[in-house]
């Protein structure tokens, strides 16, 4: 009964690294679209984008011309994989025959730019051989997938060794897509890599509760920036713009970077996209019960009312502060078991109730921010199974949150809306624009 009806794993609150120095050199020399990678994702930490080149997003527009690549007519080409218990030596040697002797000048020539006993294992080596005389004239260790290490032999037999910084080239591509069932199937068979559709599904966390208010038919589109290593997609970037449209209502986000370096969402008029409220204090859920003046109580057997939102969810979910605020209540206190309250304002406080265990650093007048996770989903108290109690209330009386629209926070300061117009148009017509020229390129093939 408490399976979250999610069909994803609850995304980490894990920290992201920032990309390495060479990509961001290799990146700006790229001369492309520079948004704050640093902040954005990690070379390690994103799964790799699905390889989905037979369902291809609506279109890419290519901001840089990729160069084909060079391919030597009079070498072969071998490859291996420097294996788990063997060495490089030992892959020269063995696999390759590479005779002893020359296997030290190899290992002799790298040492100025990488020691080769220290390349670790599952690095794929590329061999080159003439075709003539079979002797091995070239070794390209793929030491990432944006660094090679090259060893190449001159006229004088000499190895001369050189690493190779691949360019990484950022296109933005367009993905569109209408809801079936619901925004996770509707987005990754659009194409879109799981992270991405975490990152979209959060942009509008103020806005949209993508659990619960959005139906089939309802359309979304993005202009995303992809990266791309020898024609191959080689990592997602930031999204540009997201766009929903829930029956009349229309939604758009555009990502804008303020004189302070922060990146943030914003509506056509510089408004930001957050407000003072998260939609739901849960990520994943569904709810069980409703606000009501009047219900049976199914413990006590009696006629009460329900003064807040019931959501089932499995026993240790994340339970999230909607807004910023300093906690009044945290601990145990009777019936509600495990409970945190919070006053956000003067009007409004929050209340989280039957919780597991309470989150980390969540004391009583303790401060959190929106976002924040006070407890974790349990039973505590006179609760009968795992769920969230949540109750909203203002000027001291239990409202229903459910529908409620909270002002939102910030707008871009006049000084800087110009501008902000100006690139937000900018985006928007090249989400059109990119839409648009696929339909016709579909329509009149070029001659
Ligand atoms: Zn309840």
Redesign the pocket.
């Known amino acids: 009964m408490s399976e979250s009806s999610a069909p994803h794993p609850q995304r980490g609150s894990g920290k992201r690294r920032g990309l390495s120095l060479a990509v961001l050199s290799a990146t700006l020399a790229a001369g492309v679209l520079i948004g704050s990678y640093l902040k954005s994702f990690s070379l390690t930490e994103r799964p790799q984008p699905p390889s989905r080149e037979t369902s291809p997003p609506v279109a890419e527009v290519p901001l840089v011309p990729l160069s084909p690549p060079e391919v030597p007519s009079d070498l072969i080409e071998e490859e291996y994989t420097i294996g788990q218990n063997s060495s490089v030596y030992h892959t020269l040697l063995l696999a390759a025959k590479i005779p002893n002797e020359e296997i030290q000048k190899i290992i002799a020539a790298a040492t100025t730019l990488s020691a080769l006993h220290k390349i670790p294992r599952n690095t794929k080596l590329s061999l080159y051989r003439n075709v003539n005389t079979s002797q091995v004239v070239k070794l390209a260790f793929k030491l990432s997938p944006l660094k090679i290490l090259i060893l190449q032999q001159n006229a004088a037999h000499e190895w001369i060794p050189a690493l190779e910084n691949k360019e990484v080239t950022t296109r933005e591509s367009v993905f569109a897509g209408t809801i079936t069932e619901n925004l996770w199937n509707s987005a990754v068979s659009a194409g879109i890599d799981p992270q991405t559709v975490y990152t979209f599904a959060d942009i509008f966390s103020w806005q949209i509760d993508f659990d619960r208010e959005i139906r089939p038919s309802d359309t979304w589109r993005i202009l995303v920036e992809r990266q791309y290593v020898e024609q191959k997609p080689f990592q997602w970037g930031n999204i540009l713009v997201a766009e929903y449209r829930k029956g009349d209502e229309y939604f758009v986000a555009v990502r804008y970077k303020d004189e302070n370096g922060i990146s943030g969402y914003y509506d056509m008029n510089g408004v930001s996209v957050k407000g003072a409220f998260l939609k739901s204090p849960l990520r994943y859920s569904r709810i069980s ?1 409703r606000f009501q003046k009047r219900r049976f109580h199914p413990l006590l057997r009696i006629n009460r009312p ?1 003064l ?1 939102v ?1 959501y089932a969810a499995v026993r240790n979910t994340p339970v999230r502060a909607v807004g910023d605020g300093r906690i009044e209540v945290a601990g145990r206190v009777s019936s509600n078991g495990i409970m945190v309250k919070i006053r956000h304002s003067e009007l409004y406080q929050t209340a989280y109730k039957h919780l597991q265990r309470l989150g980390k650093g969540i004391k009583k007048n303790g401060v959190v921010e929106q976002g924040q996770i006070v407890g974790y989903v349990g039973s505590t108290g006179m609760a009968t199974g795992p769920h969230l ?1 949540f109750e909203f209330y203002e000027n001291g009386v239990y409202k229903d949150p459910l529908g409620k629209r909270f002002p939102r926070e910030k707008s871009i300061g006049p000084k800087k809306l110009t501008q902000y117009k100006e690139t937000a148009e900018n985006a928007m017509q090249r989400l059109n624009a990119s839409y648009v020229n696929n339909l016709r390129t579909d329509v009149v093939p070029q001659s």
């Open positions: 019960s329900h807040g019931d109690h």
